[in-house]
């Protein structure tokens, strides 16, 4: 699949170019079987990476009359967070292969990201009112282009130890997870993406 170009849905077996507008996406995606959430917003039941059947959602900016910039993937049907989570990660590198990029997260799951030429996957879990699973496929060209870099802090005193670049990514990323560290000591580990 050329997710440079927009993304395959599998059953009902539909191709969903980036860029598409709002009013031309509810024109000519009616096999999706499309519930308007809001301005901005659709979802459609369907199939896709290599068969896990999920709700599928998607984002255009701006809101109103936008163009499709992001594909947002949960289940509304899972049993529980570890069966999902295990489900949407075993299927998403069946279908792009490893992550280009895994670090620690939140709720005791890991971090997943995969970088492709203006596009971002991202696989995660963080707290919003109890764990909530996150997997989103964003177009990041029209975002402009950010260098990340994972910065990690082995000390408890802040001073900063390791700062990796990651390669060109798009999308403002920012947040803090607590590592512990052999002994019990923390550190912390900071996303970041700077202008190139």
């Not at 395959?8 to 507008?21: G, H, K, M, R």
């Not at 993937?73 to 590198?93: G, I, M, V």
């Not at 292969?97 to 879990?125: C, D, K, M, N």
């Not at 707290?127 to 177009?139: L, M, N, Q, W």
Request: glycine share 10%; proline share 6%.
């Amino acid at each position: 699949m050329d997710l440079s170009k927009g993304f395959q849905i599998e059953e009902p077996n539909v191709f969903v170019p980036w860029d598409t507008s709002e009013v031309q996406f509810q024109q000519s995606f009616e096999r999706l079987q499309l519930r308007r959430v809001t301005d901005g917003y659709f979802t459609t039941q369907c199939t896709t990476l290599s068969g896990l059947s999920h709700e599928l959602g998607f984002h255009f900016y701006p809101r109103g009359r936008g163009r499709l910039v992001e594909f947002e993937f949960f289940r509304n049907s899972c049993p529980d967070l570890p069966t999902s989570y295990e489900a949407f990660q075993r299927h998403l590198e069946e279908t792009f292969g490893p992550p280009t990029l895994t670090s620690p997260g939140s709720e005791g799951y890991l971090s997943h990201t995969w970088a492709f030429p203006g596009v971002e996957i991202v696989h995660y879990v963080q707290e919003h009112f109890g764990p909530a699973e996150y997997v989103r496929i964003s177009k990041t060209a029209e975002r402009g282009c950010w260098k990340k870099f994972v910065a990690v802090d082995l000390t408890t005193e802040g001073l900063l130890k390791q700062r990796i670049q990651m390669g060109s990514l798009s999308w403002l990323h920012f947040f803090w997870v607590v590592l512990l560290i052999g002994g019990g000591s923390a550190g912390r580990v900071a996303h970041f993406s700077t202008p190139v």
